[in-house]
């Protein structure tokens, strides 16, 4: 089983018609399920993810400067 690390949570909203009836609906957080460097597996959102591989990039270029 994964761990959750994210705190994330639903956005909510109106839906809007034609007419301007409004309703409720939520916009979910992406979340995927990542297996670390280290073997272990957590679930993230998108975003997160996306930011990890960014600051993993960074060490490594700054390792090799």
Known sequence: ???KL?????LFGNRRSHSLRATR???KPNFQKVTLE???KVVL???E??????????VNTE???
């Open 6 to 10: 994210s705190e994330r949570k639903s």
């Open 38 to 40: 280290n073997g272990e």
């Open 25 to 27: 609906h939520a916009q």
């Open 45 to 47: 959102t998108t975003r």
């Open 1 to 3: 089983m994964a761990k």
């Open 49 to 58: 993810i996306r930011t990890l591989k960014k600051a993993s990039k960074q």
């Open 63 to 65: 390792i090799a400067a």
